[in-house]
């Protein structure tokens, strides 16, 4: 099996805080891969020690066979990283197609030519065709988290990390968002996703990893990990 991404014995510190410790995973080519664990597990920080946004302590990071673990935010997203935060913060006073067009040609070094039909295409996907030309700071919360999804998508990622895009949506916005990241999926997209919205993640995953303090806790079938009494009784609260 060819992976993706591998994490290694990967360690990050903040002071006396080990929000990784050890920490070791690998995705495949094409896999969709579910993330939970409790509020300060470490999600985040492992999101940010792949994009390059934090560096490790200790142990290694390969994209694609590649170490990339002292590479540069920007030279990952031109490998295919790409990445979408808890909240929102696009460039409110340009337009939606603007702030693609940010991703596509910085991000992904694609041409004005080349981005103007990515931009399009991945709009359309996202369902923002018709906002285009909409400040970005006008649209609604599920257009927002669409808008962040996209500009991910525009660097045309071999690897794209959702960091809990479903947070504060109502059921019906949360499933048609669930569809989107479906499609993208069902392209080819390899995806890590992490999500306390367990029913979003497993209706897309084949695979659940649990951290707890910066470790693994658990790995495996979605349903069969959320039925495991240690993943009950830190996640969900719940003694056996």
Known sequence: MAFLLELEQVTKSFGALKATDGLSLSVAEGEALAVIGPNGAGKSTMFNLVTGDTRP????????????????????S?????????IPHP???????ENLLVGAIFGAGQTERESYDTCA??????????????????????QRKRLELARALALRPRLLLLDEIAG???????????????????????IVWV?????????????????NFGRKLAEGDPREVMADPRVREVYLGISA
């Open 57 to 76: 302590d200790e142990g290694r990071i390969r994209f694609a066979g590649e170490d990339i673990s002292a590479m540069a935010p920007h030279a990952r």
């Open 78 to 86: 031109r490998l295919g990283i790409g990445r979408t935060y808890q």
């Open 91 to 97: 460039f409110a006073k340009m337009t939606v197609f």
């Open 121 to 142: 295409e991945v709009l359309d996907l996202v369902g923002l065709l018709a906002r285009a030309n909409a400040p970005a700071g006008s649209l609604t919360l599920l």
């Open 168 to 190: 504060g949506l109502t059921e019906h916005e949360c499933n048609e968002l669930v569809e989107t990241i479906r499609t993208i999926h069902t392209r080819g997209t390899t």
């Open 195 to 211: 999500e306390h919205i367990v029913h979003a993640l497993v209706s897309i995953a084949s695979r659940l990893i649990v951290i």
